[in-house]
């Protein structure tokens, strides 16, 4: 059973708008959440993070924000531009996480148009 | 050089051949780790290890084993492979720390296709 879903295989926004990505989470032990973008032939890599003490956490043009009742969080891009189409992966990590490593959800890809 | 190196990064085998994976990291980083990425199923972790003297068992270890040569390296085997470990690998590294911190963050490798046929 996925811990961590991304419900939306794919999203597709013009450029100059807002791009918002989502996903859910089922383990109420998370505490730390974070995304990813990955592009082909590439590794993830780490974008932003929000800590579960926060409900929201902005960086430019990126900002998450976390729904702790609802165990969801969102990814907002505003303004999207075409350099961030790529594949966005949603993680989350336990407190005191001891023995675990981050749970990832299946990823949403982002195409921005120009 | 990038900071996460995985060789080879593109493999072609027959099923019943063994493989190995391998990863080596500059960023001082205790933490290494080994995901596998599948279509519609994100990141799955394989193995992970803390120490050198640490491994262990991720979500979906049955058919492979891990082996931390040095703080640096961790390498991944496929003793004998089959065509649904057809699949995108990823090798991370964190510095660690347990507790909801930036010390939590992957970094993560450019990634290794393997094909089993």
């Known amino acids: 059973d996925q811990q961590v879903k991304q419900n939306s295989p794919s999203l597709s926004v013009q450029e100059g708008r807002i791009s918002i990505l989502n996903c859910d989470y089922t383990?109420?032990?998370?505490?730390?959440f974070l995304w990813y973008k990955k592009y082909p032939a590439e590794g993830p890599t780490f974008l932003i993070s929000?800590?579960?003490?926060?409900d929201k956490n902005e960086d430019g043009r990126f900002t998450v924000f976390l729904n702790k009742s609802a165990k969801h969080l969102s990814l907002h891009i505003v303004p999207s531009q075409p350099g961030d189409s790529a594949v966005y992966f949603c993680?989350?990590?336990?407190?005191?996480?001891?023995?675990?490593?981050?749970?990832f959800g299946s990823g949403t890809r982002l195409q921005v148009q120009p | 050089d990038a900071d996460v190196t995985q060789t080879p990064r593109n493999r072609i085998t027959k099923t019943g051949k063994r493989i190995m994976l391998e990863c080596s990291q500059t960023k001082g980083h205790d933490r290494m780790y080994w995901y596998r990425q599948d279509p519609g199923l994100g990141l799955r972790l394989i193995y992970y290890s803390f120490d050198v003297k640490d491994i262990n068992k991720g979500e979906i270890s049955d058919g492979y084993s891990v082996s931390r040569q040095a703080q640096a390296k961790f390498s991944l085997s496929l003793e004998s492979a089959i065509p649904n470990q057809t699949a995108l690998y990823f090798c991370a590294t964190s510095l660690g720390g347990g507790g909801n911190s930036g010390a939590n963050v992957l970094t993560f490798g450019a990634g290794s296709r393997l094909t089993v046929l």
């Open positions: 993680a989350a990590s336990a407190m005191d996480t001891g023995r675990r490593a981050l749970t």
């Open positions: 929000i800590s579960s003490i926060k």
């Open positions: 383990n109420s032990m998370f505490d730390y």
